[in-house]
């Protein structure tokens, strides 16, 4: 077994987040131009970047199919729901996506860089660490918003 890369004391806490994440996830927030925003660590760069938006017209099961099968995301999703007294509400769930069959490797750098983007990201609601689709279905999210 190799630990390439882990040698480095203090690497994975080293790493920063891009602009770009931060104005997108701005955008989601205050503008409601994305229903999402997925983003991924890319080690080269050493920052937390955003690799994929979803428009406003698009649904909580277009989210879940863009999340990798095999490897760690975050996510942001802007979940619109309707309450008990027919309020138009609006949640922003911070999901953190490490799925069991992801390399240890990536889970642990997305566990040492997950508070550093949670910083970030000033409007998250709820959080969900979430390691199969069954944890962050959308009743799980209808259960949290209401």
Sequence with gaps: MSFRGLSR????????????????FMELKQKKVHRYVI????????????EKTGGPAESYDDFAASLPENDCR??????????SENCQKSKIF??????????????????TTKDRLRRELDG??????ATDPTEMDLEVLRDRAH
């Design 74 to 83: 975050y996510a942001v999703f802007d979940f619109d729901f309707v309450t």
């Design 9 to 24: 004391p203090n690497a994975p806490s080293g790493m920063g987040v891009a602009d770009h994440s931060k104005t997108t």
């Design 39 to 50: 983003f991924k660590v890319d080690e080269k760069k050493r920052e937390v970047v955003v």
């Design 124 to 129: 998250v609601h709820y959080e969900i660490q």
């Design 94 to 111: 911070f999901i953190a996506w490490s799925p069991s069959t992801s390399r240890i490797r990536a889970k642990m750098l997305y566990a």
